[in-house]
Nanobody, 128 residues
């Protein structure tokens, strides 16, 4: 059974940075897509970023929602079975509960339905 545990959230000022971590256990991270999603109060969970697992026909593939392009970077450390989301130039609208998720296949996607395991989330609050 897959377990995902996020950490690294916190309170940060506008323009600041945070790095979120997601430690996976029970299923090798490298063979499946990994995604980061977020959910603000009163809003639906939304896609943030994803990267492909090994054997995605597109090779090493990353995808970002438009609002975070150029500010967020998704990465992974296969030896540590850990995914990361480096966030820079944070804005108040980035405030949300951030979740990592592991995909059903290696293919990176923004489709929430393609992710079969979810962490509990880590809170990111950006103050102005």
């Amino acid at each position: 059974q897959v377990q995902l545990v996020e950490s690294g959230g916190g309170l940060v000022q506008v323009g600041g940075s945070l790095r979120l971590s997601c430690v996976a256990s029970g299923r090798p991270l490298q063979y499946y897509s990994m995604g980061w999603f977020r959910q603000a109060p009163g809003k639906e969970r939304e896609f943030v970023a994803a990267f492909s697992g090994n054997n995605d026909r597109r090779g090493d593939y990353t995808e970002y929602t438009d609002s975070v392009k150029g500010r967020f970077i998704i990465s992974r450390d296969n030896d540590k079975n850990t995914a990361y989301l480096q966030m820079k130039y944070l804005k108040p609208e980035d405030t949300a509960l951030y979740f990592c998720a592991q995909g059903r296949t290696p293919r990176a996607t923004s489709d929430l339905g393609e992710y079969v395991a979810w962490g509990q989330g880590t809170q990111v609050t950006v103050s102005s």
